[in-house]
Every structure is written in C-alpha cells, then in structure tokens.
C-alpha cells in the first residue's frame, strides 16, 4: 500500500466517523511542499453539501482522524487538510521498498485485459515522424499497464489494404527496380508508389490502369495477390528491424486486411438492425437522435444549423473503408480476445473517426471502455510540420540513425576512453533513449518542437541526463570495498535532503496509477526527472562513503533505490540505462 493510499484510507474511516456514512475521499500530493506532503478538500466538498462551516468540519476530521507516527496535519485557507509525513514514516515505507520487487507499485490492472492499437504504419508509405509518437507512447502505456497488472494485448493494426495498392501494383508491375527492392524495400515501395503518383497526375489512363489492377486484387486475381503479399512481406521486415532497434514488441499484427471476409456480412447486419442505411447508393451510419447535436459525432454545425454527419461503411462502388475495418475490428477484440478496454494511440486528426466509431459499436452492443489517446505533431525548430528540405515526411530511420551519430559524437568528446563495441552500444542506448525522452516527456496533446541540442544536452530534461544519473549512482556502489547488500539496513533520516529523497522514491507506486488515468507517460519522465534532481542535491548535501556505519548503510541504501527506481522508470519509458556514459 502506498503511502498515499494509507493516508487514503484513514482518512475515508474518519469521513465516515463524522457524517455517519461511507465517503470517497478526495486526496493528492501537494502542488507545493509549504502546504505538506498531501492535500485534502474533502471537508470542504462535504461542507458544501451539508452547508456547514468547511474549517469547522476540518476540524471534527482532524479530532478523530488516526494517523499517529504516520504524519501531522493542520487545516489551511477555506478548509483544506494538509498532511506532513513524519519522518520516521517515510524511513519505514523506504525500507519496505528496498524487498519489494515492484517498488511500491499498485496492481489497479489486475483482471482486465486491454488492447493498445498502436504505431499501425501504412504499408508501402515510409513510417514518419508522426508515427514516431504512435510507438513511443504506445510502447510505454504497454510496458506501464503490464507493470500495474493489465492484460496486455499489443496489436499493431497496419493499413496493409486499400486503395493505395492500385497503384502499388502497377508500379510493382512497371518501374520496380528488383536490386534496389532488395537492399532497401520500403524505400523502393514509396519511390515507385511515389512515381506513379505523379504519373496519374499527367497522364489520367494511368489512374485508370491502377484502378484496374485494384479491383482485380480485390476480386483475388492470384498474381495481383502474389504481388500484395510480397509488399506486405517486405514491408514488414523492414518495420521489424525498426521495431527491434526501438526494442518495440507486437503479440500481433491483425493489420486491415485480416478483417477483410468480414465486412460484407457487417454491412448487411448494420442494414438489417436499422443501424445504417442507404444514402445515395452507399451505406451509412446517421444520427439515432440520443444525443444533444452538440455531443453527437453523426452531427455537424454548419452555417444554416445542425447537419448529417454520416459514417460511410460500404460506397456506392461496394467498396468498403476504414470505418467499416475500425467495426469489425472491434467486434474481433470483444468476441475473440475478451477486452474491456482499447487504447488508440492515433494523432488528433482521427479524433471524428474514433468518436463515430465508438458511437456506433456501442448502439451495435459491442461494449467496452474504448479510448482515443490523441497525439499533436511535431515541429521543426521553425514551428513549422517537420519536413526534410525536399520536403518530404521525415523517415523514422533517420531520426535514430542521427540521434545515435550524435550520442557518440557526445560520447566520444566527454570520455574518450571509451572506444570500439562499448562505445557503439552506449551511443545507441543514449541516442534512442533521447528521441524516445523527447517525445515522452511532453504533454502528448501538444505540438512540441523537435530539437537534437535540447534532447541530447546532458544537463537539461532529457534521457542522457537520467541515464547519467543512474551511472553516477551506479559508480558509488563500484568504489565499495566488498558487496553491498540492503538487507537488514535500517533507513534513518534526518538532513532534510534524505527525507526530500525519500519523499521522492515513496512516489513512484503513486504516480503510475495517474500515468495510465489519463495515459500520460509524461507523469512519469517529470517524476524522474524530480528524482534525479532530489538524488544529486542529497548527494551534494550528504556524504555516502565518508560516513559512520549506520548512516552510510542508511545513505546507501537509498543510494541503491533510488537507482533501482530511475532503472525501472526509464525502462516503462522504454529506455535502457548503459553501465557507463
Ligand atoms: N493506419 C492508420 C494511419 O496511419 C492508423 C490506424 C490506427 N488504428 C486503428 N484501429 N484505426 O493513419
């Protein structure tokens, strides 16, 4: 149990005393330390609902509120309820911490299982840096909802069906150029899809040739199908390697074409349930009316009023869309795997879509807690959509391949003893542990400015200052004369900046739980970036080898939680944590 959830609960049983009836009580860390450690407005919540004096019932909680030798508490502006950990109770949870494997960690997951739909690149597209953001974030909500006990199914749903294959195959058919598509498959798949792009555009008969050669690999013409599951395979090899540099794991690739059989039959049971209907030839899902028109995604405000918003599931032509693939993946997640929950990790532009989609699958009884967990782009340093200078998406690849060139150039100005293999493979821990930082301490909701000087500096918020950190810390334990083990140690703390430390590592089991309430993983790069910051004004402020016995077994047993903590924090960020820098 977290110090938090102690607090919690002492305080529900003293709610309870005073109005005579169990209450949910209302209690977070402090924003500000002045105020204490945690804050409660539970009294002033009630207050108001009995409409009596807030200090005063503050009062009545604090009078039979039991928490002796756990904390003090006091009653501050309109009736907030502030508590300080004791000192003596922070050392005790510390010391539990150092024999608990998950660091304090609560299990909230335990007994559901969830799908995350994440990175889902488009076959035959290059993966860019928008979809950067899709895996990273995807990534880390995975390895922290395990962590808390969910049942994770990662599955990566990549557009490996559609349109665009038209003009894939004719290009496979015409330009491809077989050398070329062996040393580098995808970037042979985007030039050709890329040429004949333009081709369509001079020459209409093209357009034509490519909506052939679709309509004949959706009829299952063998050698169109041949060709389609080459590109597939190609491709994805190719995002495999990706995946493997980023150490990014899938337990399945159920991409778009996997659900194709399925959408006739989806189609006609929306027409028969009255859940859709015909429009001008398509099929459509509208409005069934339930909702205020300003909550309703079937619904648009245009300037004579309220219009249809409709989801088209099947066009006039029979063709289906995306739309129609989101429907029967969803009855796919709930029939076959059993989840209660799925996460979409998709940029804000697909925001109208999943709010449609999870409308519709609901009035379809296909319940669950569906989540679209919106991202914003990424800018170069002129505030503008990052391009490269011929204005292309820029390729994923390249991204890691220069952040890791410039990890060792950094590697290799700061400590220059360190050569050959080990400084290849610190270069590239601290190179993609930078691009992921950057992209996972930010406020995913926000566009956030892309900036190799900014994510690689190792005094700012960044991976390598974390991972330099863990090292420093790391090095102590390496000046130990014999083992160090923490076993036995008693905690003691009295310099303020032990308890500050302490403080901090009593936080980690509370701020995941918060990490995945609004799927943030920035929560939880700012709390380590805390840490760190609390672990080095410690170790200015206090000596560690210096010290008399009992003190330097206290101080390096927080020594050594403190690096078992940013070890695993980084690694739910997905970032490893080299030996040295
Ligand atoms: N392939 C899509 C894209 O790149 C993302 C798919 C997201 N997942 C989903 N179930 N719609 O835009």
């Given at each position: ?56 019932l503050a009062q009545q909680v604090l009078d039979v509120i039991e928490i002796e030798g756990i904390a003090t508490s006091s009653i501050a502006g309109p009736g907030f309820i502030n508590f300080t950990i004791l000192p003596e109770a922070y050392a005790h949870y510390v010391k539990s911490l150092l024999a608990d494997p998950k660091l304090g960690a609560p299990t909230p997951g ?138 990014v794991k899938f337990d399945h690739w159920l991409g778009e074409s996997f659900y194709n059989d399925m959408l006739p039959g989806l189609v006609d049971e929306f027409l028969e349930k009255g859940l859709a209907r015909e429009s001008n030839g398509a099929v459509c899902v509208f409005s069934d009316g339930e909702k205020p028109p300003g909550e309703d995604p079937f619904k648009v ?225 700012n709390y380590l970036l805390e840490l760190a910051r609390a672990f080095h004004s410690f170790f200015e402020s206090c000596p560690v080898l210096k010290s008399e016995d009992s003190v330097k077994a206290s101080r390096l047993a927080l020594c050594q939680l403190s690096s078992d903590v940013l070890e695993k924090g980084l690694g739910l960020l997905g970032i490893r944590c080299p030996?040295?820098?």
């Amino acid at each position: 149990m977290t110090l938090l959830q102690n607090l919690a609960s002492r305080l529900s049983a003293a709610l309870e005393k005073v109005v005579g009836e169990p209450t949910a009580p209302n209690i977070a860390a402090a924003a500000d330390l002045r105020f204490g450690d945690y804050q409660s407005n539970s009294a002033m919540v009630l207050a108001k609902k009995q409409k009596t004096n807030p200090r005063a019932l503050a009062q009545q909680v604090l009078d039979v509120i039991e928490i002796e030798g756990i904390a003090t508490s006091s009653i501050a502006g309109p009736g907030f309820i502030n508590f300080t950990i004791l000192p003596e109770a922070y050392a005790h949870y510390v010391k539990s911490l150092l024999a608990d494997p998950k660091l304090g960690a609560p299990t909230p997951g335990e007994g559901k299982r969830v799908v995350v739909d994440f990175s889902a690149p488009n076959v035959a597209k290059p993966m860019h840096v928008g979809h950067i953001r899709s895996t990273i974030i995807g990534d880390s909500l995975c390895r922290i909802a395990r962590f808390l006990g969910y049942d994770v199914i990662a599955d990566n749903h990549i557009g490996d069906w559609g349109t665009q294959f038209g003009m894939i195959l004719h290009g496979w058919k015409t330009l491809l150029d077989q050398e070329a598509l062996e040393a580098d498959p995808i970037a042979e798949l985007v030039r050709v899809y890329r040429q004949v792009n333009v081709d369509t555009k001079a020459d209409p008969s093209v357009l034509e040739t490519c909506k052939i050669e679709l309509v004949k690999l959706q009829a299952g013409d063998p050698e169109n199908l041949a060709i389609w599951q080459k590109c597939i395979d190609v491709s994805k090899s190719g995002l495999q390697k990706i995946y493997d540099r980023l150490d990014v794991k899938f337990d399945h690739w159920l991409g778009e074409s996997f659900y194709n059989d399925m959408l006739p039959g989806l189609v006609d049971e929306f027409l028969e349930k009255g859940l859709a209907r015909e429009s001008n030839g398509a099929v459509c899902v509208f409005s069934d009316g339930e909702k205020p028109p300003g909550e309703d995604p079937f619904k648009v405000n245009r300037e004579d009023g309220w219009n249809d918003n409709p989801a088209i599931i099947r066009k006039a032509d029979g063709g289906f869309l995306y739309a129609t693939t989101d429907l029967a993946t969803i009855k796919y997640r709930i029939d076959e795997w059993n989840v209660d929950q799925v996460w979409y990790v998709v940029g804000v532009p697909q925001q109208l879509h999943f709010r449609q989609l999870f409308d519709a699958a609901e009035r379809w009884g296909k319940h669950g807690d569906f989540r679209h967990i919106a991202f914003g782009s990424i800018l170069g340093e002129d505030r503008k959509l990052m391009k490269t200078r011929s204005g292309d998406n820029v390729g994923l690849s390249d991204v890691l391949e220069e952040s890791v060139e410039r990890a060792a150039a950094a590697i290799a100005e700061k400590n220059p003893d360190l050569v050959g293999d080990e400084a290849k493979e610190i270069a590239e821990i601290v190179g993609i542990g930078s691009v992921k930082f950057a992209e996972l301490s930010q406020n995913r909701l926000t566009d956030y400015v892309f900036s190799w000087d900014r994510m690689l500096s190792l005094q700012g918020d960044t991976a390598p200052y974390l991972q330099y950190s863990h090292v420093r810390i790391r090095s102590i334990f390496r000046k130990l004369e014999g083992e160090f083990s923490t076993k036995g140690v008693d905690v003691v703390l009295n310099e303020p900046g032990e308890i500050h430390l302490a403080r901090l590592l009593a936080r980690f089991g509370e701020v995941l739980p918060f990490v995945l309430e609004d799927h943030r993983p920035n929560l939880l790069a700012n709390y380590l970036l805390e840490l760190a910051r609390a672990f080095h004004s410690f170790f200015e402020s206090c000596p560690v080898l210096k010290s008399e016995d009992s003190v330097k077994a206290s101080r390096l047993a927080l020594c050594q939680l403190s690096s078992d903590v940013l070890e695993k924090g980084l690694g739910l960020l997905g970032i490893r944590c080299p030996e040295r820098m």
